[in-house]
């Protein structure tokens, strides 16, 4: 039973050029997702480590913790495409701003965050003194 089949060798030719395609496709994707979740680490280490930087300047604290190797720690072991390059804490008039770069190749991403430095003090106390000042008046009338 000898049968002369005759296959066509489009199948072969057309997924030359679908596979390595789809290949790129998926590679593509896990790359963007990688560069993402790396992205979003940097931005939550940086953001904690602004608050941690702002709270210690409110408590004016002698022995102060390295805000660096804080940072450091957080995004330690956590980064899957990127590599940690710098990192920079500086102090404003009223806030803590922590920037950060990392990067890969040719490929580089830089995050800010920055904490407003609480001065509930301030606050308080201009309450108290409005409420003394009211109740003045209320004693005059």
Not at 9 to 18: D, G, K, Q
Not at 58 to 77: C, I, M, T, W
């Amino acid at each position: 039973m000898n049968r002369n089949i005759k296959l066509k060798a489009s199948i072969t030719v057309e997924m030359a050029y679908v596979l390595p395609t789809v290949i790129l496709l998926l590679l593509l994707t896990i790359y963007t997702v990688f560069y993402y979740h790396d992205k979003n680490v940097l931005i939550g280490a940086a953001g904690e480590t602004a608050i941690l930087g702002a709270q210690m300047e409110r408590q004016k604290e002698e022995n102060k913790a390295d805000l660096h190797s804080f940072y450091r720690e957080r995004v330690k072991g956590k980064l899957i495409f990127l590599h940690l390059t710098g990192i920079e804490v500086s102090k404003n008039k009223g806030d803590m701003a922590v920037t950060a770069q990392a990067g890969k190749g040719r490929m580089r991403v830089s995050v800010v965050q920055k904490a407003v430095i609480p001065e509930p003090e301030k606050d308080i106390r201009r309450k108290q003194l409005l409420d003394s000042l009211t109740e003045q008046e209320k004693e005059k009338e």
